[in-house]
């Protein structure tokens, strides 16, 4: 304790719309205090150049905000953490002085982690990247990593003939650089250095070699990938601030004892899977990892993750276009799950049977925003078979538990992927949050599905989760520990369904083979389009 000031560490968590700073007991990890201020992403649909951007001078604006109104010089600050989500920043640089820069507007500087423009340096990434940086990929880079979006900024300057200095950052990173240098932190953590497997976590900026940055991204000498080691006066020496993507900031605030019988999920409008395995070299077609340097810098552990675009996505998509709710206020939309809850009720009650038994022959499939895992294809896309006049509430409500049942079946398909990771032993426990989470059907959907699987929810308010994952990675470097050292985390089960049947139990089976068919069906599909346009492109030529 300095100047009887209570020591206290500091977790930041960056979502998709708000930011949430938390202030926690150094020594008992309890919460002091915490606040939330919005934070907003833009969407330019007719933009060239991005269509999903942040700004962030309003994202650093919104956590001053915060350590204002936690009045956190009042504490003895001894570590800080940042989560954020996977976003990377641009600046045009004048020595150590980072101006924002974006040549649609430069206020909105951060290329959002939803932006999927960059298809085009997606394929040129994957020509030029060698078979094992791709098989860390799952197989190949998509366009929400940060790689191909770094290749399309390259690409914008090239066309416009800008020679200034630029220096990228992922996201997370800048926010901890940012507040180190404000504060007088140390931040050499978070400064872009190759990872101990040579790998960035995710495909996002930092983490690689020289070597791939020259061979595979092509940088340019006036493109810097940061943060950069800069002087810092430090004046608060032993204060330290790690940072990460903010799915793992979550998970290392649900962080069990036993890591390999545990799949860690967050699950929300998109949905990431996360998995610790001591297998440091196997690669999992579809699989992203193993990745380094997450868990702690001995090599014991290695992370794997997988991750799907579009999940709670499909329910938003859902109720803004159908008939029988697209009139419905987004701020009503709690009211709407619960008269949709109260109608498959009653259903279930008239019918003596389960809800999926009336959409038995009602088939989705739901990559609207193309496939991270396991098939890494962004021209996957979604689709229905049980199509009808029928615009009724009913026809909604059968599409909604269409949606939980596709949600399911990727569930239970990723655990069967992690699953080949351990041989006989089967992954167990399912650690879930986020706003999926809360969705009693889509629980009992899995637990039907995946019988011996036991699901674990956070104790603490899920909102807290990032913010105190962030803290717990900010405490474990400044004691110099893992992460697995420091975390303790608190659950509850599900409590699975009472009643089941066969009957219900078979048809779930069966549609999760129709789920794999039609996953096959569209790719055979395409594949057959593009072969007649490609023998005609030919015929041309010649």
Request: with cysteine.
């Amino acid at each position: 304790m300095v100047a009887n000031k209570r020591t206290a560490g500091v977790g930041i968590d960056l979502g998709s719309s708000s930011v949430r700073v938390s202030l926690f007991d150094f020594q008992t990890d309890q919460l002091l205090a915490y606040d939330v201020k919005p934070v907003r992403y833009y969407f330019t649909p007719e933009s060239v150049n991005w269509k999903y951007t942040q700004s962030s001078r309003e994202i650093l604006l919104a956590i001053d905000q915060c350590f204002r109104d936690l009045n956190s010089g009042s504490y003895h600050i001894k570590s800080c953490g940042v989560g954020a989500t996977c976003s990377l920043a641009i600046f045009q640089t004048d020595g150590d002085i980072l101006s924002p820069w974006n040549l649609d507007d430069p206020d909105k500087n951060v290329v959002f982690w939803m932006d999927s423009i960059a298809t085009q340096e997606t394929r040129e990434v994957n020509t030029l990247a060698t078979n094992d940086q791709k098989a860390h990929m799952g197989g190949n880079f998509v366009p929400e990593m940060a790689v191909p979006k770094l290749k399309h900024f390259i690409n914008i300057l090239k066309d416009n003939g800008n020679n200034s200095t630029f220096e990228v950052i992922d996201l997370h990173r800048y926010i901890a650089l940012i507040l180190a240098e404000k504060y007088g932190w140390d931040y050499d953590n978070v400064c872009n250095s190759p990872n101990m497997n040579k790998i960035g976590h995710d495909g996002e900026l930092a983490g690689w070699t020289s070597v791939f940055y020259e061979n595979v991204l092509q940088i340019p000498s006036n493109v810097i990938i940061g943060p950069q080691k800069r002087h810092q006066n430090l004046s608060e020496k032993e204060t330290k601030i790690a940072s990460c993507i903010d799915c793992y900031s979550s998970w290392f605030a649900l962080m069990p004892t036993i890591l390999q019988n545990s799949l860690f999920i967050v699950g929300g409008t998109s949905t990431c899977y996360l998995y610790a395995s001591s297998e440091v070299n196997h690669r999992i077609p579809g699989i992203w990892g193993p990745f380094s340097n997450i868990l702690d810098c001995t090599g014991n552990f290695s992370v794997y993750e997988a991750g799907q675009s579009c999940t709670g996505k499909l329910i938003e998509h859902l109720f803004k276009t159908h008939p029988s709710s697209s009139h419905v206020d987004p701020k009503n939309w709690p009211q709407l799950f619960i008269q949709i809850e109260d109608f498959i009720e009653k259903v279930e009650q008239d019918t003596n049977d389960s809800i999926h038994m009336q959409t038995k022959h009602m088939f989705f499939y739901g990559d609207l925003d193309g496939n991270r895992t396991p098939y890494a294809d962004p021209a996957m896309s979604g689709m229905f078979i049980g199509e009808t006049t029928d615009t009724s509430f009913r026809n909604l409500v059968y599409k909604y538990v269409c949606i939980l049942e596709f949600i399911a079946f990727q569930t239970k398909h990723m655990l069967s992927i992690f699953n080949s990771l351990n041989g006989q032993a089967d992954i167990t426990n399912l650690l879930f949050c986020g706003s999926l989470a809360k969705n009693q059907m889509l629980l009992n959907l899995i637990s039907l599905l995946n019988p011996k699987l036991k699901i674990a929810k956070p104790q603490m308010d899920a909102a807290l989760m990032g913010a105190y994952g962030s803290y717990l990675m900010g405490k474990a470097l400044a004691l110099d520990k893992s992460i697995t050292e420091v975390a303790h985390s608190k659950t509850y089960f599900h409590k699975n369904p009472e009643i089941t049947t066969e009957l219900l139990v078979d048809l779930l089976d069966v549609k999760y083979k129709i789920y794999f068919s039609m996953a096959e069906q569209q790719r055979k599909y395409r594949e057959q389009v593009n072969y007649v346009l490609e023998r005609r492109t030919k015929q041309c030529e010649c």
